[in-house]
């Protein structure tokens, strides 16, 4: 028999069995305090009498927060004592729950907002952030269609979010046509999405200009209603005329020992030749460039020092005289390393390691995105890839830092970390994917992305490189090591070779030895140095230019590509 009885919860008895030992987090003990005094106890616990009072078997962690509330009485459920039925009730009140989907929230506090309540009375009621609360919000801007793939769980971040309700229902509807997922498929690319509905904005609060020059250039403010209290919420979308007016202020306010410095590729300052960074305090001789970082639109400043012009005087140690002898060496050095050295044509040319750089990238991102990896393996991943020389990060991916941020964020809503095992998962995926590289330019991660692709497999994920574009990267040398490995007789000339190659794998996967993401003992060698003394240095290929196997000379002279041409022909 069941009795329904108000008791102070200071005189409960906590249980010993209780099957919750671990503690969980200060701050969702807190989520749990604002939302009791707030509406009080939805759930009343449930105890059972024992000779001495009663004991608490389900709400232990409720009964807890009334206290802290200061509630003088709750409402408890007094049950009948049975050990086994009790010890059930109370893994089973602690194990099987269900949380609410961020769309079917937003329903919930649209319905409570209907009824009078407030933004900041919804989130001291329910412990969420103002700004998760807001951004909930977002979702009553976004199209039908959406909103039903969103409520089974595919979520984009805050960022994604908040361009995509910026946007008028007509526009997402066209977006969404061409990015909806297929038939009994839920995942959405929503950087896809985001970027397709984009409309870039620059910040008030990155413009050190005033209203005068925001007049000349024709820069209207708009304001972010989504935009926290106390936040500087103004925008424009007008970018070519805040860059103009910012760069007028800077050409103006230029302070002394002041420089403007040209923006490179990456959006950074670029410095003089032979200019050296100053990280610390700069001195009265070095100056200090002005830029506009072409991301935030904030003026950025770097202090450099140049080098002191060379006196004219005698030659220097090691500099040659009229005659070509040299006068000396200052490091050492004897005169062996003034001989002229046989350079010897590479493996691969530049353009055939990046291209193997492009295959392993994609490789390994496809196989970090599907392939089963036990949580183990998961977490190693992770590692490696923030031990990557392209941290800062630069990759091949469309994530950005945001994006990163972002995903973090969606780990720790209301400031606590997830227990969704599946969310941590997913999310780990995503970040070595915006993470690891083997890209041959600054964004390469070194020799952790090529450990890391072993590990899940992404060899088995590189595409068929027997094509001419490939092949033709490959010296004589490595070409006829690869055709006599598969089998493939050799010709006279290297493009017949790369010919019966491309032939041999028509219908068929040839995947260069080079280009397999494990580690050679070299460069595992290489890989093993301590920083500062040698950097990771792909030995696939070198700097030869563009030339393909074909640049190395024929063995029979009369035997020229036109007379190839003129006898397939005839």
């Known amino acids: 028999m069941v009795e329904l009885r108000s008791v102070d919860p200071r005189t409960l008895q906590t249980n010993p069995n209780n099957p919750r030992r671990t503690p969980v987090s200060p701050a969702m003990d807190e989520q749990l305090v604002a939302s009791i005094r707030a509406v009080g106890i939805i759930q009343p616990p449930c105890v059972t009498r024992q000779a001495d009072g009663l004991m608490i078997v389900v709400g232990n962690r409720r009964v807890k927060a009334s206290i802290k509330a200061d509630l003088p009485l709750i409402d408890v ?104 997922p297929k038939k009994g498929q839920t995942d959405v690319a929503w950087y896809e999405v985001a970027r397709g509905l984009a409309k870039r904005r620059m910040p008030a609060s990155a413009a050190k200009f005033g209203d005068d020059l925001a007049k000349a250039y024709g820069i209207v403010w708009e304001d972010d209603l989504f935009a926290l209290s106390g936040e500087d919420s103004h925008y424009t979308t007008n970018v070519e005329g805040f860059f103009g007016a910012q760069q007028e202020w800077l050409q103006n306010n230029l302070p002394e020992r002041g420089t403007l410095l040209p923006v490179n590729d990456y959006g950074q300052g670029q410095l003089p030749k032979k200019a050296e960074r100053v990280y610390g305090k700069p001195g009265k001789t070095d100056l200090v460039g002005h830029y506009i970082d072409v991301r935030t639109g904030k003026v950025e400043t770097i202090a450099y020092r140049l080098p002191e012009p060379k006196k004219a005087g005698k030659p220097a140690d090691g500099a040659r005289s009229a005659t070509g002898a040299t006068t000396g060496a200052a490091d050492g050095g004897s005169d062996d390393e003034d001989m002229p050295t046989v350079r010897t044509r590479p493996d691969v040319t530049q353009k055939g390691v990046a291209m193997i750089g492009d295959l392993r990238t994609e490789a390994l991102h496809q196989a970090l995105a599907d392939t089963p990896i036990e949580d183990d393996t998961l977490l190693g991943l992770l590692i490696l890839a ?185």
Not at 107 to 124: H, P, S, V
Not at 125 to 152: E, I, N
Not at 506 to 524: I, M, N, S
């Open 386 to 570: 923030f031990g990557g020389k392209n941290v800062t990060v630069d990759s091949g991916s469309d994530l950005r830092g945001d994006d990163r941020q972002a995903i973090c964020r969606a780990l720790t809503e209301g400031g606590v970390l997830t227990a969704d095992l599946d969310l941590l998962r997913q999310t780990a995926r995503k970040m070595l994917i915006g993470v690891l590289s083997c890209r041959e330019n600054r964004s390469q991660s070194g020799p952790f992305a090529r450990i890391a692709g072993e590990a899940v497999g992404a060899s088995l994920r590189l595409p068929n490189m027997a094509t001419e574009e490939f092949l033709a990267c490959l010296s004589r040398g490595a070409l006829e090591t690869a055709a006599r490995a598969e089998g493939v007789n050799i010709a006279p000339r290297a493009k017949d070779t790369r010919a019966r190659m491309v032939t041999r794998f028509k219908d068929g996967a040839f995947v260069y030895p080079g280009a397999l993401f494990r580690l050679t003992p070299e460069e595992q060698k290489t890989a093993e140095r301590p920083p500062g003394r040698t950097g990771w240095v792909s030995p696939v290929g070198g700097d030869d230019g563009e030339g393909g196997a074909d640049d190395s000379p024929e063995p029979e002279a009369g035997d020229a590509d036109g007379a190839d041409v003129e006898r397939e022909a005839a």
């Open 77 to 180: 459920l007094v049950c009948d004592a049975d050990e086994a039925a009790d010890a059930m009730r109370s893994v089973a009140e602690n194990l099987i729950r269900a949380s609410m989907s961020s769309v079917d929230i937003w329903r919930a506090i649209e319905r409570l907002e209907a009824q009078g309540w407030n933004e900041q009375a919804i989130g001291d009621a329910l412990a969420l952030p103002l700004r998760t609360v807001r951004r909930l919000k977002l979702l009553a801007h976004l199209h039908p269609a959406m909103l039903d793939v969103m409520a089974l769980g595919s979520m984009p971040n805050e960022e994604q979010l908040r361009t995509i309700a910026a946007a008028t229902r007509e526009e997402q509807a066209q977006v969404w046509k061409k990015h909806k």
